[in-house]
């Protein structure tokens, strides 16, 4: 019987939070669903970055992002404007400061 494969070595730069960060700032949302598509531990880093985006749009006017997604969910509603576009445009191209944080209900 063969012994089993080694564990996946993950990309030594995506174990250095701070350089992940930077890289995954040049990625739209389309990029970082390519990329994590690519593995479980892309798709976790993935996930990460993309919480670290939601709470850094949505602190100035909720406590957490789980009031906010709470609320969303409780009202069907959807996040829209600015703050949208600062989840799926890449951080970098962001040149704008989130003054508003605007939500539609269905």
Not at 30 to 35: A, H, P, S, V
Not at 52 to 69: D, E
Request: hydrophobic share 45%; glycine share 0%.
């Amino acid at each position: 019987m063969l012994p089993p494969p080694p564990p996946p070595r993950e990309f030594p730069l995506f174990s250095h939070v701070d350089l992940l960060q930077l890289v995954l700032e040049h990625c739209d949302i389309r990029d970082l669903i390519t990329l994590a598509a690519t593995s479980t531990t892309n798709a976790k880093h993935v996930k990460w970055y993309l919480n670290h985006r939601l709470q850094t749009t949505c602190c100035p006017f909720f406590p957490s992002t789980k009031v906010l997604t709470n609320i969303l969910s409780a009202c069907d509603a959807v996040v829209s404007g600015s703050a949208a576009l600062r989840l799926v445009l890449p951080a970098n191209a962001c040149n704008w400061a989130p003054s508003d944080l605007d939500i539609y209900i269905a």
